[in-house]
């Protein structure tokens, strides 16, 4: 994962509430185990029918309850793909906002007045370690969990976490921690 300290640029907008996860990257598309190549399937049926039309930009501003339906984290992949680094709503389904945080998307809730002052204003500057949302209309704040904020600003995955730990792990190892198995109570 790449670190994330400052998104800026143009926005895209999708004034919808209630996108679930089917809807940002269909059923049948979920073939592959690569977090590659979804982008070009993002919103496919709205896309294809001429119902939206979106621009890879770096941030795409959407409505309330975004991401809501399956937990399936090739709909932030698929997002991430297609070129989005931030998603700017009022709310986000839960399983939703923390896969994006895992693969580097960043979701950033805002009440819906300042989401549509960002998404009016066209072009936004996102800083992580800032907490701040800066656009024509102004500067708005948003709150990242400590936890996530760390891994976002030093690019770290899961993997990256537990690497973090390296020395404390191989310091267990060595000592026989690991050979002496679980203990349980339970027979």
């Known amino acids: 994962m790449r670190p994330i300290d400052v998104i800026e640029g143009k926005v895209s907008v999708l004034d919808r509430a209630d996108v679930d996860t089917d809807q940002i990257i269909p059923k049948q598309f979920l073939k592959r185990v690569e977090r590659t190549g979804f982008g070009e399937f993002l919103f496919?049926?709205?896309?294809?029918?001429?119902?939206?039309e979106l621009e890879p930009n770096p941030i795409l501003v959407v409505g309330r309850n975004f991401g809501c339906g399956s937990s399936r984290e090739?709909?932030?992949?698929?997002?991430?793909?297609?070129?989005?680094e931030a998603i700017v709503a009022p709310s986000f389904a839960d399983i939703f906002y923390v896969n994006c945080t895992k693969v580097g998307l960043l979701p950033v809730i805002l009440d819906a007045e300042h989401c549509r002052a960002v998404a009016e204003a066209g072009e936004a500057r996102i800083d992580i370690d800032d907490e701040t949302v800066t656009c024509a209309a102004g500067v708005f704040e948003f709150e990242v969990e400590p936890g996530v904020k760390h891994r976002l600003l030093n690019g770290l995955d899961e993997i990256g976490i537990t690497l973090e730990s390296v020395a404390a792990i191989d310091a267990f190892e060595q000592s026989g921690g690991a050979d002496r198995g679980p203990v349980t109570t339970a027979l």
Request: no cysteine; net charge negative; charged share 25%.
């Open 44 to 52: 496919y049926d709205w896309i294809r029918s001429g119902e939206i």
């Open 74 to 84: 090739h709909a932030p992949w698929a997002l991430e793909d297609f070129g989005f």
